[in-house]
């Protein structure tokens, strides 16, 4: 089974930066902050989810970055990080695609977003692990109320 780790470092990994396609990043300083990490068997997801509090109830943003943990046959720890993703919900209360968004990497745009598009292969992995992610968020607080 997988376990919820709250780690408040977890989001210095990921970065600061949003895609210039998201207007609200520029207000996120107002905005509720939830880091974590879930070890997922070989996965490390350090994850932020962002609440906008015009809607308390919903997370508008959330980021993450999946950390691959397995050894090589010599024993030793290998990690692979891979890009880091930015889930954005646009129109809350419309039943529309959230837009999505990945890092590039080194060989590719280096720091730069790029949008992930919704039907894609790419798309349909990062919304189930949000969902994940979500409810093992929720999990967790439900394992807290005495």
Sequence with gaps: MAALLPVFLAAAELTLSFPEEIPEASDVA????IEGRAELGVQSIDYVLYVDPRHP?????????ITLVTRNPEGREVRLQEEEKVVWNARPGVRVPLHCYALGDASQQQGRWRA?????????TAMMTVMHL?????NQNQARVP
Excluded: F, Q
């Excluded at 107002?30 to 902050?33: A, Q, V």
């Excluded at 979500?134 to 929720?138: D, I, K, L, V």
């Design 116 to 124: 992930v598009g919704p039907g894609s292969d790419e798309y349909r």
């Design 57 to 65: 109830a919903l997370y508008r943003l959330t980021r993450y970055r």
């Design 30 to 33: 107002g905005w509720e902050r």
């Design 134 to 138: 979500y409810g093992h968020h929720r």
